[in-house]
Each structure stands twice: as structure tokens, then as C-alpha cells.
């Protein structure tokens, strides 16, 4: 998986705050949601159930892990917030490269999920939170590749 390893620079934590080496086998294959949310912004703490719901009932069979990078301002926010959340996330000390993150991405807004390919780093979908929220909700489609748009 050197795609994502490689953007996110070895900064992943799980629950208990251990390092998760993305190039790992398990992670071979995968889907990487790259979840954009504040525990300050309605949308999100509107959409972040949805998002576990989804997680949790698909998240092995279609092959599907989500890193939470925060916009929050400050740790503590971030924290009590991530406590709801069963997956990885982007250490919070991390923010000038958070910041290059959700450039690259083009973040103007939250929340927002983007899926990339695993081991490349390409992006798949830009905008699946519409499709978890709104208009695949069972993910038959997923993960909504460009031409399925």
C-alpha cells in the first residue's frame, strides 16, 4: 500500500494510539476512506453515525478501512469525538501536514469522504459521503468508481 502510506507519511493511529503500518499485508487491497470531520460541525456529527452504520455492516466484505482526519481545534475536542468512531485516524499532532492533506484533496468543506485505492493513492470517489448518506446507501455500487458516478 505504498500509495496511502506514502501520503499520509506513517502518521496513522488505531484506538489505542499505536503507529498502523499501512504497507502491511492486511491492508493489501483495500479501500481508504479518508473521513474529513470536526466534532464542532453539525453536518458531521449528523453524518458520522451514518458513516459507522456503513462501516461497521461493510467494512470486511467490501474490503473497506476509514482514517478520520480531524479539523477539529483542539486535542481534547478531537478525542472525545474519535471515541464514537471504530476505525483508524490521522494523528491530531500532525497539522501542518493535515493541512497539505486537505489541499491535495481539495477540503473546502466538512465532512467529506474520499476513497482512494489503497495501494496506489488514487482517488476513486470524491464525494461518497453523498453516496452513503443519499444515494447508495447499502453500498451496491461501492466504492462508486469514476465511471460510476
Request: hydrophobic letters at 30%.
Amino acid at each position: 500500500m505504498a500509495g496511502v502510506a506514502k501520503i499520509l507519511d506513517g502518521h496513522v493511529l488505531d484506538k489505542s494510539d499505536k503507529e498502523v503500518d499501512l504497507n502491511d499485508e492486511k491492508y493489501k487491497g483495500k479501500v481508504i476512506g479518508l473521513y474529513f470531520s470536526a466534532h464542532w460541525c453539525p453536518p458531521c456529527r449528523k453524518f458520522t453515525p451514518k458513516l459507522i452504520e456503513f462501516y461497521e455492516k461493510y467494512h470486511e466484505e467490501k474490503k473497506f478501512e476509514i482514517i478520520f482526519v480531524s479539523s477539529d481545534n483542539d486535542e481534547e475536542a478531537f478525542d472525545e469525538y474519535y471515541k464514537e468512531m471504530p476505525w483508524l485516524k490521522y494523528d491530531f499532532n500532525e497539522q501542518d501536514k493535515k493541512d497539505k492533506i486537505d489541499e491535495k484533496y481539495e477540503v473546502d468543506g466538512i465532512p467529506r469522504l474520499v476513497l482512494l485505492d489503497g495501494d496506489t493513492g488514487d482517488v476513486i470517489c470524491d464525494d461518497a459521503k453523498k453516496k452513503i448518506g443519499d444515494t447508495d446507501k447499502d453500498g451496491e455500487k461501492f466504492p462508486w468508481k469514476a465511471e460510476e458516478k
